[in-house]
Structure formats: C-alpha cells, structure tokens
C-alpha cells in the first residue's frame, strides 16, 4: 500500500524558509517522478515542483524558480521541497505526489502559512 506523509509546514514570517518533508511507503521513490502542488484558499490545486524518477531531472512553476527546490534521500525515501524567501501569496496547503504508471498517488497535505 502506498503512502506519502508530508510534514514540516507551519507558521512563517515573509522572507523565512521552511522544508517540506514527504515521506513515502509501499514505494520507491527513486524510481519514480515525484511532485509538490500547492492548494491556496479558493484556488485550484496547482503544480509547483518536480524531480523524475529516472534522471533526477527537476522542474519548476514558472513563478517559483529560484526560491523552491525539489530534492530526494532515496536512503530515507524521503522528498524534499525546500522553500526560501518566502511571500504571503505562497500560503497554502502543500501537497506530495507520486506518479506511478498512470496512476497518481496523493499525501494528506501540510498548511503553511506566510505572516507577512
């Protein structure tokens, strides 16, 4: 059975950083393409990074190049969104996907909030 768990959000003043964690089971994460979005109030879900599984290839929001970066421990199986200088307009809830095949795997979440 697979499951992603994301953890590290929190409350953070404009211009801090934070480190997203998406811990994965019932899979390897080396060997797939994995994912954050991000889903702000009243907004559709939306793409914000990418690593693939076979390259190590990364891919980024247009409008977050820069200050996210996407990074993976297959030893801890383990994904990574590290976020710097961060604005109010990022608050959100963040998500982890995992894509297998044709198939999308989704964690639960975890809020962050910018004070700004």
């Known amino acids: 059975q697979v499951q992603l768990v994301e953890s590290g959000g929190g409350l953070v003043q404009a211009g801090g950083s934070l480190r997203l964690s998406c811990a994965a089971s019932?899979?390897?994460?080396?060997?797939?393409?994995m994912g954050w979005f991000r889903q702000a109030p009243g907004k559709e879900r939306e793409f914000v990074a990418r690593?693939?599984?076979?390259?190590?290839?990364?891919t980024y929001a247009d409008s977050l190049k820069g200050r996210f970066t996407i990074s993976r421990d297959n030893a801890k199986n383990t994904v990574y969104l590290q976020m710097n200088s961060l604005k109010s307009e990022d608050t959100a809830v963040y998500y982890c996907?995992?894509?297998?095949?044709?198939?999308?795997?989704w964690g639960q979440g975890t809020q962050v909030t910018v004070s700004s």
């Open positions: 019932g899979l390897d994460v080396s060997r797939y393409n």
């Open positions: 690593m693939t599984g076979s390259s190590d290839v990364t």
């Open positions: 996907q995992c894509q297998v095949l044709k198939y999308y795997y």
